[in-house]
């Protein structure tokens, strides 16, 4: 400004700025434009400049601050407030934003006149900026006594959108735009004056809807009322609520309509997770762990009801097998094989079932499958029908592998199968059994040629090693080879005997066997037919002269004879055990023979002589006639061939009574389960050399639980021998500790 200008008087040049200020309240009311020109704006923004940069005492800045808040206020009492005091509900709301969006363009075109002011005299005077001053007056004037009742409208209107009524998003979101353009970026305002009251809000309504809905729904449709509510809120939140709203939000709902009620949606009655588990609803469990896993402990919960059901299940399999082995329940039609046998089939079913759970519906979350494994193992490793888990398993393989065992299975069902033997195996804590029960079953089927499938045999065995390690399969791949290698060595023994006896009239065939790969048979002295000894004389000068460092021993129990019967019908060829044909070939040489005569020809022990006698005179096929003719075998008693015999079959096979091979399984299990426990006690001591009592027996159980879970008891007896034998000794100094001894 030139020095000899004349200076603006306040009030000359505050008139020019009313002329203006009433000018552009007739644009913001239409009435006059719709926007100042660039003259009268460059008019007005030139003379509030001049106004501040006159020399004191005409530099006008304090005064035309405070009347800018005047003149903001003024208009605010005389046309805003009036206009919003008529309206209410909704029309409040639209009368507000409308009222609002005129304020901003006032204070926006208010700001760029007095933009020198803001530019010098606010920022060094440390003022309030003016556009936050306007904002400032709005809150002050309108939105402060207004916010309680606009927070409560807009509740409202959302309680009716949530009952299905349709409402003015746009209007909430416009709103909602105001608490947050009011505090200028900052959600503070927003959060303190709206969303607390709205969260709040938002918990009174779904509390009430809980309660309802629990009484009228079924579990599902609960859930499926909750899993929508969540979704519902999660858009509205996106639709006309700012970002941050979104977890509070949630967490009240989730909070009343879920944390709240866990247990009664889980156990409801006719319809909770138990239920919705026996009828398979893989949707409605889907959505269950969806929604628990949004509370705390709530997939604890919903895993522990998994685990009880299956347990339940398990313990009913149980139950049917021991109703099927008592006979106290009719076996349905399409039950293969024994009890036991049958419920390892459903227990691979129920495994099958429950594990389809926990990867569809549970999202193979660890908590389930934990609940799983401890649901079977609680289950496997109680008796089947009087019979281990171990021995059903056991027998379960052997009904798949022997021929004509159980139904024709393809490759693949058979391979499936196998991975699933093998998963309920993990489950049982008895595996050395198992794998004993199966060695003396594989031993069978190889030394009888009863095994289906050699491949599915190797596969079996391949899937245990792999999940069990090498030291599980040894034996068994040992026995397979031997098997084997026992072909070769007939077919060579074949071509020995055409060689030195071709016009030999028996048929010998000889399986060797290493011994440590086998299971233990029973040996005796047999005195042998001639014809028999002269195949076995034969044999081990075939044997010698391949393998000069090896010796044979004989195991006459597990031979096989076809010998032919000449009976006064017809002759028929019967298919006896060794021991059974020696008895028979006496017979060739007498008439009659009296007990004492048998056992002191064969040189039998008598419980030997009394199951064969008995299998032979007594069972389903009368070789021999016994006098007395009775069902007992005694020392007083004479036997004779049954000339009389006849069967419509011309071979027959004349069995054995059985045998209770299970004690004698158990036995050897039990000694190498000492054997095992020794190894592993000495194996610790040697690498720590002093240990404690407690620590020694936990490491022990530790290292031995992937075979067998040993009895505590005794590992204590194997340490007191393993002292005795003096492996080890006590300290003398520390109570309950050992030393090792080199």
């Known amino acids: 400004m030139d020095q000899d200008q004349t200076p603006i008087a306040l009030e000359d040049g505050w008139r020019d700025m009313e002329a203006g200020i009433a000018r552009l309240k007739r644009i913001l009311h239409g009435v006059d434009g719709t926007s100042f020109t660039s003259q009268e704006y460059i008019n007005l923004y030139t003379m509030i400049f001049n106004m501040c940069t006159q020399k004191p005492p005409y530099d006008y800045s304090e005064q035309l601050y405070k009347r800018y808040k005047q003149a903001l206020e003024e208009y605010i009492k005389s046309t805003v407030l009036p206009s919003l005091k008529s309206k209410h509900g909704e029309f409040l709301l639209r009368e507000l934003v409308e009222r609002w969006k005129n304020h901003k ?14 530019r010098y005299y606010v920022s060094r005077k440390l003022l309030l900026p003016l556009k936050e001053l306007g904002l400032s007056c709005f809150h002050d004037l309108v939105f402060g006594g ?72 079924s579990c599902p449709e609960y859930m499926l009322k909750v899993e929508d509510s969540l979704q519902k809120e999660k858009e509205r939140v996106g639709h006309y609520l700012h970002a941050s709203t979104e977890e509070k939000l949630l967490e009240g709902t989730i909070l009343e309509l879920i944390s709240w009620r866990a247990e009664e949606i889980l156990y409801k009655e006719n319809s909770g997770c138990r239920v919705l588990l026996l009828d398979g609803k893989y949707e409605d469990l889907s959505r269950m762990y969806r929604l628990f896993s949004k509370i705390d402990a709530g997939l604890f919960h919903v895993s522990k009801i998994f685990k009880e059901h299956v347990k339940e299940e398990g313990m009913s399999l149980l139950k049917h097998a021991a109703d099927a082995a008592n006979g106290t329940k009719n076996e349905k039609k399409e039950a293969v094989g024994s009890p036991e046998q049958e419920f390892v089939r459903k227990a691979i079913e129920l495994h099958d079932k429950q594990l389809a759970y926990v990867t569809n519906c549970f999202q193979n979350n660890s908590a389930f499958h934990k609940a799983l494994k401890a649901a079977f193992e609680d289950f496997c490793n109680k008796d089947v029908a009087g019979c281990t888990s171990a021995e059903s398993l056991a027998s379960f393989c052997d009904s798949i592998l022997r021929k004509g065992g159980s139904e024709k299975l393809s490759d693949e069902v058979v391979e499936d199968t196998f991975d699933k033997v093998v998963t309920i195996l993990s489950y049982i804590s008895d595996k050395d059994l198992f794998v004993e ?53 007939q ?24 011994t440590g790969f086998w299971p233990s048979y029973k040996t005796s002295n047999i005195n042998l037919p001639s014809e028999m000894i002269k195949c ?17 021993t004989w195991i006459y129990s597990m031979g096989n004879c076809n010998i032919v019967a000449k009976f006064d019908a017809k ?106 426990i020794d190894a592993s006690i000495v194996r610790i001591m040697k690498s720590r050399k002093v240990m404690g009592h407690q620590q020694l027996v936990a490491e022990c159980v530790e290292q031995l639980s992937r075979m067998f879970k040993p009895d505590i008891k005794i590992i204590k007896r194997r340490i007191e021998d393993l002292i005795s034998r003096e492996y080890l000794e006590r300290d003398l100094e520390t109570a309950n500790t050992y030393r090792y001894l080199a």
């Open 105 to 118: 363009v006032m204070v926006r075109w208010l700001t760029r006149f007095f933009h020198y002011l803001d």
């Open 146 to 217: 207004l916010k309680t009742t606009l927070t409560t409208i807009v509740i409202d209107m959302v309680d009716n959108e949530r009952e299905g009524q349709l409402i003015d998003r746009a209007l909430l979101k416009d709103v909602v735009g105001i608490y947050l353009e009011i505090g200028q970026g900052s959600v503070g305002l927003y959060e303190l004056d709206f969303e607390k009251a709205f969260c709040k809000g938002t918990t009174d309504y779904y509390s009430k809807k809980a309660q309802i809905w629990m009484l009228e729904d």
């Open 437 to 489: 029960f199966h060695r003396k079953k594989l031993g069978k089927r190889l030394l009888f040629d009863k095994s289906a499938n050699n491949e599915h045999e190797r596969s079996l065995l391949s899937k245990l090693k792999q999940y069990f390690g090498g030291q599980f399969t040894a034996k068994m791949e040992g026995m397979l080879n031997d098997v084997s290698t026992a072909r070769d060595h």
């Open 491 to 514: 077919t060579a023994f074949e071509e020995y005997m055409r060689d030195k006896l071709p016009n030999h009239r028996v048929d010998f065939s000889v399986t060797v066997l290493t």
């Open 536 to 552: 076995v004389e034969i044999f081990k000068d075939y044997y010698n002269s391949k393998q000069k460092s090896k010796r044979l």
């Open 571 to 676: 002759p028929i060829e019967l298919i006896v055990t060794t021991y059974q044909a020696a008895m028979l070939l006496l017979f060739n040489g007498s008439e009659r023979l009296s007990y004492s005569e048998i056992v002191t020809q064969l040189n039998l022990p008598d419980d030997d002589a009394v199951r064969l006698l008995h299998s032979l005179s007594c069972a389903k096929y009368k070789i021999l006639n016994k006098v007395p003719s009775n069902r007992i075998i005694s020392p007083n008693d004479v036997f004779q061939v049954n000339h009389k015999f006849i069967d419509k079959m011309r071979r027959i096979k004349v069995p054995l009574p059985p045998t209770d091979e299970k004690k004698k399984v158990v036995e050897d299990v039990n000694k190498d389960r000492r054997f095992s």
